[in-house]
């Protein structure tokens, strides 16, 4: 196990890495065969020419870097508008993915199947309502608040019903305990 862990380190240190200079990962030759001086003044010259037509590449690039930013401010594209097409772009291409789609078409039937899910709940709670409102034990409850409501109005007997309001306080408060005693009309109890 360990001698395959040894061949493992051995084959990725000889491998270069990503954007590692070739030149660097490969090191010195083991054992650089015997050249003779004229094959060694040809490499020299193939290395110079190389090196030169890199520098002439460089060269040609910046030149035609130049020119394209050119053209863009003759044209009136600025850096911002280039950032704004990108994002359209790309926007346009999310918009269009199937992974956007399928998304959009499930949160779609997620809203969907919320808003009934609401609507039902809204409708039961509703019927609750209903039946309480119902319910005998509130028909009583609404009959009593409405005879309270009776007895704490003004008498029939003022001349202006509209200033009812205005009038002064009720000499006895008809919320309060009543003796036993007095003849006054019972609440109906059902």
């Known amino acids: 196990m360990e001698d395959a862990q040894k061949g493992t380190q051995e084959h990725s240190d000889s491998v270069p890495e990503v954007g590692e ?3 660097a990962s490969v090191g010195p030759p ?5 050249m003779t001086e004229e094959e060694r003044q040809e490499l020299q010259q193939e290395l110079a020419k ?4 890199i520098q002439t590449l460089s060269q040609v690039l910046a030149a035609k870097e130049k020119q394209l930013a050119e053209i863009k401010r003759k044209l009136g594209i600025t850096p911002l508008n280039e950032l ?3 994002i359209t772009k790309t926007w346009q291409e999310v918009t269009t993915s199937t992974a956007y789609r399928r998304t959009s078409e499930t949160l779609s039937q997620a809203g969907l199947k919320a808003t009934a899910a609401f609507t039902n709940m809204g409708s039961a709670i509703s019927r609750k309502f209903e039946d309480v409102r119902n319910a005998p034990t509130f028909k009583s409850f609404e009959e009593r608040v409405e005879t309270l409501k009776t007895k704490m109005s003004p008498s029939a007997s003022s001349s202006d019903p509209a200033n009812q309001d205005d009038g ?3 000499t006895s408060d008809p919320l309060l305990p009543q003796p036993q005693d007095s003849p006054t009309k019972d609440l109906p109890m059902h």
Do not use: F
Request: charged share 30%; glycine share 0%; net charge negative.
């Open 21 to 23: 200079d070739a030149m």
């Open 30 to 34: 083991p054992s650089a065969p015997a």
């Open 50 to 53: 190389v090196e030169d037509e």
């Open 84 to 86: 704004k097409q990108n």
């Open 168 to 170: 002064p306080p009720p």
